[in-house]
T-cell receptor, first 115, second 115 residues
Framework: DGGITQSPKYLFRKEGQNVTLSCEQN?????MYWYRQDPGQGLRLIYY???????QKGDIAEGYSVSREKKESFPLTVTSAQKNPTAFYLC??????????????FGQGTRLTVV | AQSVAQPEDQVNVAEGNPLTVKCTYS??????LFWYVQYPNRGLQFLLK??????LVKGSYGFEAEFNKSQTSFHLKKPSALVSDSALYFC?????????????FGRGTSLIVHP
């Protein structure tokens, strides 16, 4: 089945640790996105990528980093510089980023908790 | 800059009654509009989109949405609500040309359907 897979589903981070969230898609989509979801705040864009080896900061990129070495993969690292990382993280992809009529496909999310 | 407003945090409706979830948008030029649904601890699922043409768009699970250009609205509707429709609903907008191709999401509306 085609789709987007995020792992792990639940992740616990200690203070000062970096953690990496995985996102893999087999939809052959060019564009991939990372969103953060907090209660009552909707989805906020962290990073996005239109093509392999290229990515751009979104609205809340501070404390996060990404890479796009393969078309299928867009991992997100939450660094120790992110002061309030507890949230639900969603990865998404769409056909050719500039093809604006295309809807986004979402993974099932990763819930990150700082302990 | 583009924006989406979902004026109601929560909508309550009895099973079998019609439901409406409101969305208004702001964008330069013509919009592409989307509705997504999110069940607890899951990713977003695409419901329907407006690109051009007929102002009434039909989507998945019996949902439809009406585009009103003069009111800059794209309200989600369903003639007869089901308890299983209870979820979080997000409206999103992109400009049809120019500006950012990244979709902007509203804050979400929680739909509760009572038996």
């Amino acid at each position: 089945d085609g789709g987007i897979t995020q792992s792990p589903k639940y992740l616990f981070r200690k203070e000062g640790q970096n953690v990496t969230l995985s996102c893999e898609q087999n939809l052959n989509h060019d564009a991939m996105y990372w969103y953060r979801q907090d209660p009552g705040q909707g989805l906020r864009l962290i990073y996005y990528s239109q093509i392999v080896n290229d990515f751009q900061k979104g609205d809340i990129a501070e404390g996060y980093s990404v890479s796009r070495e393969k078309k299928e993969s867009f991992p997100l690292t939450v660094t120790s510089a992110q002061k309030n990382p507890t949230a639900f993280y969603l990865c998404a992809s769409s056909i050719g980023g500039v093809l604006r009529i295309a809807e986004a496909f979402f993974g099932q999310g990763t819930r990150l908790t700082v302990v | 800059a583009q924006s989406v407003a979902q004026p109601e945090d929560q909508v309550n409706v009895a099973e079998g009654n019609p439901l409406t979830v409101k969305c208004t948008y702001s964008v330069s030029g013509n919009p592409y509009l989307f509705w997504y649904v999110q069940y607890p601890n899951r990713g977003l699922q695409f419901l329907l989109k407006y690109i051009t043409g007929d102002n009434l768009v039909k989507g998945s699970y019996g949902f439809e949405a009406e585009f009103n250009k003069s009111q800059t609205s794209f309200h989600l509707k369903k003639p007869s609500a089901l308890v299983s429709d209870s979820a979080l609903y997000f409206c999103a907008v992109r400009p049809a040309s120019g500006g950012s191709y990244i979709p902007t999401f509203g804050r979400g509306t929680s739909l509760i359907v009572h038996p």
